[in-house]
């Protein structure tokens, strides 16, 4: 949505006035690719309730007329964060449409592509993420292929997602020193992905909904807090049903910057009640 260009305009600009044209105009366009990307997202869901059968869809595609392709891939991500399936989102137009893919651990997207090759105009990628252009004429024969491909590469436990902290933390630990040393295992992405903790036993504390979907809460520990953010979150931890007990949850730590103080937060990755 929008034109890079005017990005890079605003970094290399000497105009304060034009600067803030650029801003303005930078800001609106992320606007409207936020609503787009939530409009596409509720539409994705709203088909996968009528149609998706856990038993039996083990590669996902979902297709809209009025998809922009410039937020298929978030989406698509999303998509997989909730049912834990390779999913393909396209966007059509007329007699063809353009897509986006994203994958699970153990489900290499461009070897699956490549098998559904017949079905498709071109297509690109790597084991995580993927691109391709399909007819329209021959989207309902993709679909029933990228499942089979994916019947055939996934078993049961490949499509129950786990997560594996990395270590366990206390909250009175989490400082910004700690977040200073592990910025130097970075840069984080697919294949060497940020350290996850585990907090055990922990209180919730002004659990509350921002945004639309995101969760944040106090994390309470003894004599230590720590401000927390799930982003999605709240839509499977509703703040009503947090407000008693302790949970054991999973967090990735980072700096947080705002109006000129510095502070650790919390981004939570997950949270169940505390086995303990």
Not at 152 to 158: K, P, S
Not at 210 to 222: F, I
Request: hydrophobic letters at 40%; a negative charge.
């Amino acid at each position: 949505v929008g034109e890079s260009a005017d990005a890079l305009r605003l970094l290399l600009t000497e105009s304060e006035e034009e600067a803030g044209v650029l801003a303005q105009r930078l800001d609106a366009l992320n606007a409207e690719r936020r609503d787009e990307d939530r409009r596409t997202l509720d539409e994705a869901l709203e088909d996968l309730g009528r149609r998706f059968d856990p038993d039996t869809d083990y590669g996902v595609v979902l297709s809209g007329a009025d998809w922009h392709p410039g937020v298929i891939g978030i989406v698509a991500s999303r998509v997989v964060e909730r049912i834990h399936r390779p999913v393909v989102m396209i966007a059509m137009d007329g007699a063809l449409g353009r897509g986006s893919a994203r994958s699970i651990p153990g489900f290499h997207l461009y070897d699956a592509l490549a098998e559904c090759s017949e079905h498709l105009e071109r297509f690109g990628g790597h084991r995580q993420a993927a691109g391709m252009d399909v007819p329209s004429d021959r989207l309902e024969a993709f679909e029933v292929a990228f499942n089979e491909v994916a019947r055939t590469r996934l078993e049961g436990e490949d499509l129950r997602p786990t997560l594996t902290p990395d270590a366990d933390l206390v909250v009175t630990d989490a400082d910004l020193d700690l977040v200073h040393w592990l910025s130097y295992l970075g840069p984080h992405g697919i294949g060497n992905p940020g350290p996850l903790f585990r907090i055990a036993g922990v209180e919730l504390e002004g659990v509350r909904v921002v945004g639309e979907r995101h969760l944040k809460a106090t994390l309470r520990q003894g004599t230590g807090r720590l401000n927390a953010i799930g982003f999605g979150l709240a839509e499977r931890h509703p703040p009503e049903t947090l407000t008693t007990g302790r949970y054991d949850i999973l967090v990735r730590l980072e700096r947080n910057d705002w109006r000129g103080r510095a502070s650790v937060q919390a981004k939570l990755v997950d949270l169940r009640l505390s086995s303990s």
